[in-house]
């Protein structure tokens, strides 16, 4: 139905003052009212995604109608690899281009060769339903998709070193959705609804100049009378708002981690502003109670702006209750009849959003982890350089206090335990000093390796002289101490351990093995990075071996035990990033990772991780597509940051650790800032906050004190 969108807009403000309107990004969760369809149906299937927006159309109050938010779309069709999930939101596996010099060679694809079809064919079809409200497509916008189509963190580098090749990439993401908007005109849409969340990583002058810019083109290519351009960003756009006007698009969709008071002050009345309900803080996680509140509330506090419409900061997970969705519609509705009625609001009463009883520390972990509401969040640590609490002696911290036991008890910290079985070297080497002097000694340690340890050096890493694997005669007679069914592994007292375990209140952790880092430390650094170039097959072989060796090890403790995650051990990651390329990472690594996650989905288990230092974020999707899902520790310093990581990949990923531990070395209001600049992302779920490694000696124990002390009242003590 054709409509004068602008008349639209007017009406629509005009009666903001007495009425407000909804729009939330709603498509997902409405599957889980039609029986068998889940987010891969919606995302491959036009007649699911039709059905879809008629069912919203039919059942929910809505300001408009758009289709679903999927931001792989365009991609695709360019030719990337897209992963599907019945339960996720489909996304882009790796980038297209490997280097920015290929843009130039970049085709721009027909439109409709893909999926965009199936969208177009939706547009079309809404059309017979005769509704009378805007009928919005959706699509990703420039910078996002270029960033889809070329690595982030390369990308970001390149903006300043090389910014005429990615002006280049601009130019045809911006020609192809300028082709792609106009089909989506011509199938009848009254309006587009542009997703730029990726725009959030740049300053205010690079989203003018890579990614405002180039939106304006779309909008002044399609935007008039009877068709409006909306911008969408989730991300941290405070300081973007001007950047966003420059589009000038006729409203602008914020996120739920800017304030939307401040925010809304610098857009003119004249442009609609929607927004900020956290999808999975909110929508998803809260009670019924809890999204009725914080709906009324957010109405309250902008009930003065009449060009304010409610909606979600983003789109609503497919998990979303249908009662939370129906609550969030009720708050609505029962603001109206009170605005109306010039009757005073926010007065109802409003259960609290926890449950009402107390949760044991194993439930409240479980909850966490699936992104469900809990009555505080668990309050984990990572433990402390044993020259740590010895320092905080003389600081204040009472001498008995001598272990990590005992300091986890003494400050309130919550704990989990691993399921006791030996996934080391039986029989470990027998340990010799072959040389000592005043200062150091050369030694044999219990893993072959030939190493010098310094005296009097507080938690000094050794200095390795010589690995006990060169070749694979060495791996052949090493393996022996490697055999998964040594019944030394097991405890004697097995039986008890699972009577114990089975009654536990606390969560239980099965360590899932180590497929490289391991072997690094048996080769050395230099020695297995060349062996993946000198003897491939040998390096395949150990690592097949250690998977197996893995799940072989794992199958008598998950048969009796139902363990609540499950974490490994790799170290594979400097500052710089990991220590073997992605694509390396994807040919000897993934297929075994998700060998190991397919054994644990098998056995129940659901969270699984490893621990790996560094910065992970190069490889962090490729841990995720092979179906880890848990990062830890989340090493700020080094560049794995929580907060990007939530951004991009959602209610996907779990988190363990991301508190930045140099920031306990500074001033209190350091450690604050810290805190506070998780806050946002503690409360969407999927995400328990300790300190990022051991905590170290030069933290002042004030300081750690102080940390706990506001940390706790983060996790909702």
């Known amino acids: 139905m054709k409509l004068n969108m602008q008349k639209w807009q007017e009406r629509l403000i005009n009666k903001g003052k007495n009425t407000k309107k909804a729009f939330p990004i709603l498509s997902y969760p409405i599957l889980k009212s039609m029986d068998g369809f889940d987010v891969k149906d919606l995302a491959q299937n036009g007649h699911v995604h039709f059905n879809v927006l008629k069912e919203i159309c039919q059942n929910f109050d809505m300001v408009a109608i758009a289709t679903a938010m999927d931001l792989s779309v365009e991609a695709e069709e360019f030719g990337c690899a897209v992963r599907f999930s019945s339960e996720e939101v489909p996304s882009v596996i790796g980038p297209l281009i490997k280097k920015l010099d290929e843009a130039e060679e970049l085709q721009i694809p027909e439109i409709g060769s893909k999926r965009t079809r199936n969208v177009i064919e939706v547009i079309k079809r809404l059309q017979t339903l005769n509704i009378e409200k805007p009928i919005l497509g959706t699509m990703i916008g420039p910078f996002s998709l270029a960033v889809r189509l070329f690595d982030i963190t ?34 009848g849409a009254n309006g587009l609804l542009i997703a730029e969340p990726a725009a959030g990583l740049l300053s205010p002058q690079q989203c003018s100049e890579f990614s405002s810019h180039y939106i304006k083109e779309i909008v002044k290519s399609v935007q008039d009378e009877s068709f409006s351009v909306f911008l969408h960003n989730c991300g941290n756009t405070q300081n973007l708002v001007e950047s966003m006007l420059e589009t000038e698009c006729m409203g602008f969709h914020f996120g739920n981690c800017v304030d939307l008071c401040e925010i809304i002050k610098r857009v003119p009345q004249s442009k609609l502003v929607f927004g900020n309900l956290d999808p999975v803080g909110v929508f998803r996680n809260d009670s019924v109670e809890g999204v009725y509140h914080k709906t009324q509330e957010l109405l309250f506090k902008l009930k003065e702006y009449s060009n304010f419409v409610i909606s979600s900061g983003c789109d609503i997970p497919y998990h979303t209750p249908i009662e939370n ?6 708050a609505v509705e029962d603001f109206n009849k009170d605005l109306l009625k010039g009757e005073k609001l926010m007065e109802r009463t409003i259960k609290n959003k926890f449950p009402s009883g107390k949760l044991t520390n194993r439930e409240r972990f479980r909850r966490v982890m699936h992104y469900q509401n809990v009555d505080r969040i668990p309050n984990f640590e990572f433990g402390y350089w044993n020259e740590t609490l010895p320092t ?28 006791p079985i030996k996934n080391g070297l039986l029989p470990q080497f027998e340990q010799k000093v072959l040389e000592e002097t005043q200062e150091y000694m050369i030694i044999i340690d219990a893993e072959g390796i030939k190493c010098q340890i310094f005296k009097n050096r507080a938690s000094t890493i050794p200095h390795y002289l010589e690995y006990p694997i060169k070749n694979k005669d060495d791996w ?18 097995w039986d008890e351990i699972v009577l114990e375990l089975q ?16 072997l690094r430390d048996w080769m050395g650094f230099e020695n297995i990075a060349l062996a993946f170039y000198d003897m491939p097959d040998l390096v ?15 199958e008598k403790a998950l048969k009796d035990v139902e363990v609540d995650f499950a974490l490994g051990w790799e170290d594979i990651a400097f500052n710089k990033g990991p220590i073997i390329s992605p694509q390396m990472f994807k040919e000897f690594l993934m297929p075994r990772y998700k060998k190991i996650a397919d054994f644990l989905h098998k056995h129940g ?13 190069p490889i962090v999707e490729l841990w995720l597509e092979a179906g880890f899902n848990l990062m830890f520790p989340v090493e700020v310093h080094a560049g794995t940051d929580p907060v990007m990581l939530k951004k991009l990949y959602g209610d996907s990923i779990r988190l363990m650790g991301g508190v930045d531990k140099t920031k306990l070395q500074g001033s209190k209001e350091d450690i604050l800032k810290e805190l506070k600049r998780l806050e946002k992302v503690v409360e969407q779920g999927g ?14 124990y004030e300081n750690y004190l102080y940390y706990l002390e506001n940390k706790k009242a983060m996790l909702g003590y």
């Not at 390149?158 to 601009?170: D, T, Y």
């Not at 288990?605 to 974020?617: E, L």
């Open 325 to 330: 969705i129906k609550a969030f519609f009720e």
């Open 503 to 518: 009654k536990r209140d606390y969560p239980v952790c099965i360590h899932c093995g180590s497929l490289l880092g391991k």
């Open 476 to 493: 052949e007679r090493f393996k022996e101490r490697l055999n998964p069914e040594d019944p030394a592994r097991y405890p004697e007292n």
């Open 687 to 700: 995400f328990i906050p300790h300190v990022d490694h051991r905590c170290p000696p030069d933290v002042p």
């Open 605 to 617: 288990v659901d969270i699984i991780g490893t621990d790996c230092d560094g910065n992970v974020m």
């Open 154 to 187: 390369e990308l970001m580098i390149s903006l300043m070193l090389e910014p005429e090749k990615v002006h280049l990439l601009l130019e045809k993401c911006s020609e192809y959705l300028r082709r792609y908007a106009h089909a989506l005109k011509v199938a």
């Open 392 to 419: 905080w002696h003389s600081q204040g911290l009472p001498p008995e206090i001598d272990n990590e036991e005992k300091a986890y008890k003494f400050f309130g910290i919550d704990s989990y335990k691993y399921v």
């Open 540 to 554: 395949d072989e150990m690592i097949e071996y250690m998977t197996d060796f893995s799940i072989k090890l794992m």
